[in-house]
C-alpha cells in the first residue's frame, strides 16, 4: 500500500537559515508527488509538485523540492527561512485514482 | 473570489445529532472531495465525486453521506454525531478527475466539535 513517511514531527530553525524538510514515501509506480503547507487555523496551500521530467521543481515562496528515487524521497527546501514560514508541512502521494496519500506532518518553528 | 469554500468554518455540536458541511468551487473543476484531518493532522481521504458521481468511497461509516447536487458543490452530512467525529473536515477540487493524478485545490477546512 502507499505510504509517506516525514520522520520529523517537529523542526526548529533560525530566521535567515535553511531549511530541509525529509519525506519519504512507498509506491510501486512512478509516484506523483506533492507539498502542501497549512498555516495555523488555515486550509492547505500548494507549495509545489512533482509529475514528472526534471526532479528538482520549484514551488511558490521560495521552496524547491527535489525527487530522489533511488531513495524514495521528496525532500523540501528553503535556502533562507522567514518568520512566516512557521507552519505544518504536509508531503503527498498520489496513490492513483486522485486519491492523495498524506504524511503526518512536519510543524516547522522559526526563531528569531 | 475564493476557489473553494466551506461552510460553516466551525461547528461545534451534541452527539446524536445531525449536521451537514458545505462545500462550493468556482473553478469549474469536475471532481470534488472530503478528507478528514484528525486530532493528531493525520489527512485521510474519505469521499470522491466526479461530476456529481461517486467516485472514492473509503471505509467511512454509513452515517456520513455525502451529497453533489451539481458539479460545483459537494456537501457532507452526518448523522448521529459520535465524539470520534471531531475533526477538520477539508473539501478539495481538481479539474477532471478519473484515473490520471491532478493537482487538488483545498478549501479552508471546517473545524467540527462535537460535545
Known amino acids: 500500500a502507499q505510504s509517506v513517511t516525514q520522520p520529523d514531527i517537529h523542526i526548529t530553525v533560525s530566521e535567515g537559515a535553511s531549511l530541509e524538510l525529509r519525506c519519504n514515501y512507498s509506491y510501486g509506480a512512478t509516484p506523483y508527488l506533492f507539498w502542501y503547507v497549512q498555516s495555523p487555523g488555515q486550509g492547505l496551500q500548494l507549495l509545489l509538485k512533482?509529475?514528472?521530467?526534471?526532479?528538482l521543481v520549484q514551488g511558490i515562496k521560495g521552496f524547491e523540492a527535489e525527487f530522489k528515487r533511488s531513495q524514495s524521497s521528496f525532500n523540501l527546501r528553503k535556502p533562507s527561512v522567514h518568520w512566516s514560514d512557521a507552519a505544518e508541512y504536509f508531503c503527498?502521494?498520489?496513490?492513483?485514482?486522485?486519491?492523495?496519500?498524506f504524511g503526518a506532518g512536519t510543524i516547522l518553528r522559526v526563531k528569531s | 473570489d475564493t476557489a473553494v469554500s466551506q461552510t460553516p468554518k466551525y461547528l461545534v455540536t451534541q452527539m446524536g445529532n445531525d449536521k451537514s458541511i458545505k462545500c462550493e468551487q468556482n473553478?469549474?473543476?469536475?471532481?470534488m472531495y472530503w478528507y478528514k484531518q484528525d486530532s493528531k493532522k493525520f489527512l485521510k481521504i474519505m469521499f470522491s465525486y466526479n461530476n456529481k458521481e461517486l467516485i472514492i468511497n473509503e471505509t467511512v461509516p454509513n452515517r456520513f453521506s455525502p451529497k453533489s447536487p451539481d458539479k460545483a458543490h459537494l456537501n457532507l452530512h452526518i448523522n448521529s454525531l459520535e465524539l470520534g467525529d471531531s475533526a477538520v473536515y477539508f473539501c478539495?477540487?481538481?479539474?477532471?478527475?478519473?484515473?490520471?493524478?491532478?493537482?487538488?485545490?483545498f478549501g479552508p477546512g471546517t473545524r467540527l466539535l462535537v460535545l
Open positions: 478539495a477540487s481538481s479539474p477532471l478527475g478519473g484515473g490520471r493524478q491532478e493537482t487538488q485545490y
Open positions: 473553478l469549474g473543476h469536475d471532481t
Open positions: 503527498a502521494v498520489g496513490a492513483g485514482g486522485n486519491k492523495l496519500v
Open positions: 512533482y509529475f514528472s521530467g526534471d526532479t
